[in-house]
């Protein structure tokens, strides 16, 4: 058995795997492979309506907000934000939280003026703070609701949702994991990667009130507005990410929704961290308020015993566990489709490790 840890591209449901793999033969029943259908044909218009259909529905949308499946992954959302809604001569909050936040204040400073309301490096990006002020100027504040790779995430957003400006969010990493209003969100966006579907998709979630606002002439591809209007097809969109993001989408809701796929994150959160707790070879990286129920970050003090600990885990079929290059020693990705198994799989594996080494 392969328990699959990696940070993203990641898991994905076994019946994601099996439906995607028939439809590269066979897309339902056509003839057609998944691959070379027309994206302008009825197949594919329906794989992408049942797509919006969906996430409008687990997410419990209203009709100011609109879902679009774009190019890019989120990384390109970092400057078609601003673009989109900063002027030149305007202010926008941003938090910097993480790697992934800073790359997004970096991108928003070439197309207007960015304050940062939280800086997270004097913490190396371990804890979050529970007290921002945003300025009543700013055309939005930027959040990331989970660092990957620090492993952090943001649990309560309501001091959040009465600042008096619009409210942006990267959920790459968090997305669908747990019930949230997302209505209060004015922008969210999120790669496919890690929760919703497979690489090469970027899911946005825009309220229409707040486009149109810009001074600057916007490139038609980078414009929401065109993307709106043209139900994400203004050029070829990319139909199998697509396809699989609706396949997950579906087996969200047949799992009932993201109320009961909060639950099972829940146990999955609670067994990795009292495992790391209970266990004093092991230490974890991130204050415990502050913890990622999708990314747990860990460490050992003793250096040498990282490469036997990563060892014994390639041995045992987990893979992904080494810590990304930043933060060093390790890290357990337990997004919406790594099954409680796995989790307990390699919890005792920590125990056994622990009982030999500690």
């Known amino acids: 058995m392969i328990y699959n840890f990696n940070s993203g591209p990641s898991v994905l449901p076994k019946e994601v795997f099996e439906e995607a793999s028939k439809a590269i033969l066979n897309f339902n029943n056509t003839g057609l492979s998944i691959l070379e259908i027309g994206h302008r044909t009825p197949l594919f218009q329906a794989v992408l309506d049942e797509a ?16 679009l499946f774009l190019h890019g992954g989120a990384s390109t ?15 926008a909050a941003y938090t910097d939280t993480g790697v992934f936040a800073t790359k997004a204040i970096k991108e928003a400073a070439g197309f207007g003026h960015v ?12 804890e979050l703070s529970g007290n921002i002020q945003v300025p009543k100027t700013s055309k939005y504040l930027h959040l990331t609701s989970n660092n990957t790779i620090e492993g952090t995430q943001w649990h309560d957003f309501s ?4 600042t008096g400006v619009p409210l942006v969010c990267d959920m790459s990493s968090d997305i669908l994991s747990r019930v949230v209003n997302f209505n209060k969100f004015d922008l969210i966006y999120a790669g ?22 810009v001074d600057r002439k916007i490139p038609s591809m980078m414009d929401y507005r065109q993307h709106i209007e043209n139900g994400s097809m203004l050029n070829t969109p990319p139909v199998f990410a697509i396809y699989v993001c609706m396949l997950t989408l579906r087996w969200l809701k047949n799992k009932g929704g993201i ?8 146990e999955k ?12 070879l092991f230490k974890g990286s991130v204050v415990k308020e502050d913890r990622s129920k999708m990314n747990a970050t860990f460490t050992i003090d003793d250096k040498a015993l990282e490469a036997s600990f990563l060892d014994i885990c390639k041995q045992n079929g987990m893979v992904g566990v080494k810590g990304h290059r930043l933060a060093g020693g390790f890290r357990v990705s337990m997004y919406n489709a790594m099954p409680l198994e796995g989790v307990i799989a390699i919890t005792d594996l920590m125990k056994e490790f622990a009982q030999k080494h500690g």
Do not use: C, R, W
């Open 115 to 126: 304050e940062v309301v939280y800086d997270g490096k004097p913490s190396n990006f371990f």
């Open 52 to 67: 919006i259909a969906l996430s409008k529905e687990l997410m419990q949308l209203d009709d100011q907000h609109e879902v």
């Open 269 to 280: 959160a609670a067994l990795m961290y009292n495992t790391i707790d209970s266990l004093p």
């Open 259 to 266: 109320p009961a796929i909060e639950k099972i994150n829940e």
């Open 77 to 91: 959302q970092f400057f078609q934000i601003p673009m989109n809604l900063l002027n030149e001569n305007e202010v």
């Open 159 to 162: 001091q959040f949702f009465n």
């Open 192 to 213: 496919a990667q890690k929760n919703i579907g497979a690489a090469g998709v970027n899911m946005v979630i825009v309220n229409k009130n707040i486009l149109g606002k």
